[in-house]
């Protein structure tokens, strides 16, 4: 399954000591056998960008991927020139073993910002990367796992033509630093559809803009976000454009609930879904502003459907708000209505791991869902020693 | 010194039976004796209003206050009509026992969200604290304490005239759901210098735009956020504006310094400064953003000056930023220039409680600083575990 998924994909995932501890991969190679090259990309909109995403953003120009090289161990981002060069250097060495231009290739990092990584080791491990590619559900999930930072478990997807003609497989990462700025994770998808790279472009930007953009674990945006689309063309089949960009958003959608499950410091999911807001733009903002609130998150950490602080946290944001038509709802248990107390809070059960939290406006039409986490002792703990 | 320090004044503290727990009073009133009732007051932005914050702007516009009535045990937000007629019935009885009408009573409350107050138990703590006004430092003292909700210290704070001529003083309660709406917390100030409505309406929005309104603990904004600044003209002195509103910025300076020191789960006082922003206003969205980042308040609870993680909360913000000119020093150690190491970020000790963050965009002449905390496992202790 996964990236290898589709046909014409081979991919690797190889141990190259960039990662100061344990021994699990860290280099990851995904190539595109062709005949098609087609390619799309969404980054990070932070205004500091990692070094691989400026050069990932200038390849993308040309609307072609050859191949993806992908390392866990550090971010590379802020650090300046030397690590530009650093992740040019690693695009021309992946070109040079594959046989194409550096510009088919794009690099994508994560870990530690602020940090150079080992090039020596990270070139050197592109050579074994090259050697190891295989075209295998092993080989994918190898990859998966390469990626993985403060991850668990690796991510994988995969979807297609009701028929089987076509299929459309990926991986994610992405455990923190997360908040949606167009993509907010490392996540590489792949289809042996055959694309145009317009459809491509708009089937990507869709997608995301419903799955990834919807996922918010911590308000933060990384340096380094990246979602890349490679079409391989290897099935001779060009399917409708809506056919799919559904399909393309069933695993994005799949992905993004995995690097939920799998977020720092977890233990609920949370759905928050605005409803009766006087646009879905103001639906989004309310949305946003709930899954942010710290307050919201203990509390929903402790299993305490403290209803109030989800009211405080719409009433604070940009989203219109009356509270003569506000409502909350915890676990279906309507708590609030007309911003005042209505049943009792105790049968609103939220000790299991999925909690849903939806917020009437009772304005208008406009709706939106966005997906977090509770704010937990392990969130504080895993990122309180992260880099020390 | 407090509430009580300028002449004119008299306060009280009992205890009501409104908080569940604990001796501690629950209820405070402070009165104004004249000569003159001058007042102001700025109110929390956030859209869902608590009962009291909609009767306290309705009595402000006569900018004219004889007494505050305030308590703990609950914020009588999100309780409706009942909510709001509770408020009114405060106002009345207090009015009532003074010998002054009701709408120059201001009333504020504080605690959980979503719940009425024992209606019964407050007008009879009205009674009770009539009957104790006093004068004197004991009497600021009591009222300043029954304020206080996840408080562990009352916050008081006095300045005045060089020459001895007037006084200003006052409390302030607020440990979470803290970030800049103009005002973010209960806050009484009093004077006895002789005021017009215009002068003390000016310095109070001049003196909390930049002590209040730049404290931010957790990013949430409250219901029930009031700061209320009553002149009694006892003095008989008539101080040049801008020489009242320093006093009155150092005053509220003080108490936002306390409120930081006392916030729930602090182990951490955090400073942040952008400087070299395209505006003041461009440095303030810089500097909010660093300081509601959950990944840098984590890092800094650690003790680490991950100093990416400030990179890239101020590359996420609205404030424009190039990387090529971001630096950032952290405790007067430079990390960072031109978004990439310099020096050895082990030399920055952030073991003690105080740390300073500098964030220098090397843009424009633009510069802010916003008060914050750590988070701290004892936040999520406190926080997942308020109303249950």
Same mark, same amino acid.
């Given at each position: 399954?996964?990236?290898?998924?589709?046909?014409?994909?081979?991919?690797?995932?190889?141990?190259?000591?960039?990662?100061?501890?344990?021994?699990?991969?860290?280099?990851?190679?995904?190539?595109?056998?062709?005949?098609?090259?087609?390619?799309?990309?969404?980054?990070?909109?932070?205004?500091?960008?990692?070094?691989?995403?400026?050069?990932?953003?200038?390849?993308?120009?040309?609307?072609?991927?050859?191949?993806?090289?992908?390392?866990?161990?550090?971010?590379?981002?802020?650090?300046?020139?030397?690590?530009?060069?650093?992740?040019?250097?690693?695009?021309?060495?992946?070109?040079?073993?594959?046989?194409?231009?550096?510009?088919?290739?794009?690099?994508?990092?994560?870990?530690?910002?602020?940090?150079?990584?080992?090039?020596?080791?990270?070139?050197?491990?592109?050579?074994?990367?090259?050697?190891?590619?295989?075209?295998?559900?092993?080989?994918?999930?190898?990859?998966?796992?390469?990626?993985?930072?403060?991850?668990?478990?690796?991510?994988?997807?995969?979807?297609?033509?009701?028929?089987?003609?076509?299929?459309?497989?990926?991986?994610?990462?992405?455990?923190?630093?997360?908040?949606?700025?167009?993509?907010?994770?490392?996540?590489?998808?792949?289809?042996? @559809?055959? $694309?145009?790279?317009? =459809?491509?472009?708009?089937? %990507?930007? *869709? #997608?995301? +803009?419903?799955?990834? &953009? /919807?996922?918010?674990?911590?308000?933060?945006?990384?340096?380094?976000?990246?979602?890349?689309?490679?079409?391989?063309?290897?099935?001779?089949?060009?399917?409708?454009?809506?056919?799919?960009?559904?399909?393309?958003?069933?695993?994005?959608?799949?992905?993004?609930?995995?690097?939920?499950?799998?977020?720092?410091?977890?233990?609920?999911?949370?759905?928050?879904?605005?409803?009766?807001?006087?646009?879905?733009?103001?639906?989004?903002?309310?949305?946003?502003?709930?899954?942010?609130?710290?307050?919201?998150?203990?509390?929903?950490?402790?299993?305490?459907?403290?209803?109030?602080?989800?009211?405080?946290?719409?009433?604070?944001?940009?989203?219109?708000?009356?509270? @003569?038509? $506000?409502?909350?709802? =915890?676990?279906?248990?309507? %708590?609030? *209505? #007309?911003? +005042?107390?209505?049943? &009792? /809070?105790?049968?609103?059960?939220?000790?299991?791991?999925?909690?849903?939290?939806?917020?009437?406006?009772?304005?208008?039409?406009?709706?939106?869902?966005?997906?977090?986490?509770?704010?937990?002792?392990?969130?504080?703990?895993?990122?309180?020693?992260?880099?020390?």
């Amino acid at each position: 399954m996964s990236v290898t998924a589709a046909a014409g994909f081979r991919a690797a995932g190889v141990r190259a000591g960039l990662r100061a501890h344990g021994d699990r991969p860290d280099l990851a190679l995904v190539v595109n056998d062709g005949p098609s090259t087609t390619a799309a990309g969404v980054f990070t909109r932070n205004q500091v960008k990692a070094a691989p995403v400026l050069w990932s953003q200038q390849v993308l120009r040309e609307q072609s991927l050859r191949a993806v090289v992908l390392n866990s161990g550090g971010a590379n981002a802020c650090t300046g020139p030397d690590g530009f060069a650093d992740t040019h250097h690693t695009a021309e060495r992946t070109a040079e073993v594959l046989g194409c231009g550096a510009i088919e290739v794009a690099v994508c990092s994560t870990g530690l910002i602020g940090e150079r990584l080992p090039i020596d080791s990270l070139l050197a491990g592109v050579d074994d990367a090259a050697a190891a590619l295989g075209a295998g559900p092993e080989a994918g999930t190898r990859a998966a796992t390469a990626v993985l930072t403060t991850d668990t478990v690796d991510k994988q997807a995969r979807h297609g033509a009701a028929d089987g003609s076509w299929t459309v497989g990926g991986f994610a990462k992405g455990a923190g630093m997360m908040a949606p700025s167009l993509a907010t994770m490392l996540v590489v998808v792949t289809t042996d @559809a055959v $694309l145009d790279a317009g =459809v491509a472009d708009r089937a %990507l930007r *869709a #997608a995301t +803009a419903v799955t990834f &953009d /919807r996922l918010d674990i911590d308000g933060s945006t990384s340096t380094n976000d990246t979602v890349l689309l490679l079409a391989s063309g290897a099935s001779g089949v060009t399917p409708g454009e809506a056919e799919f960009t559904e399909s393309l958003r069933t695993v994005c959608a799949d992905l993004a609930r995995g690097l939920q499950a799998d977020a720092e410091g977890v233990t609920k999911r949370i759905a928050v879904t605005v409803t009766g807001a006087d646009s879905d733009a103001d639906a989004l903002l309310g949305a946003r502003a709930v899954v942010r609130d710290s307050l919201v998150k203990t509390a929903l950490f402790g299993s305490d459907p403290n209803w109030g602080r989800i009211a405080a946290s719409v009433g604070a944001s940009e989203a219109r708000v009356d509270p @003569a038509s $506000l409502s909350v709802t =915890v676990n279906g248990v309507l %708590l609030c *209505a #007309a911003a +005042a107390a209505v049943g &009792d /809070r105790s049968k609103a059960d939220l000790s299991g791991p999925e909690i849903t939290v939806e917020v009437d406006l009772g304005l208008g039409a406009g709706t939106a869902t966005v997906l977090t986490t509770d704010l937990s002792h392990a969130y504080v703990e895993e990122n309180s020693a992260y880099s020390t």
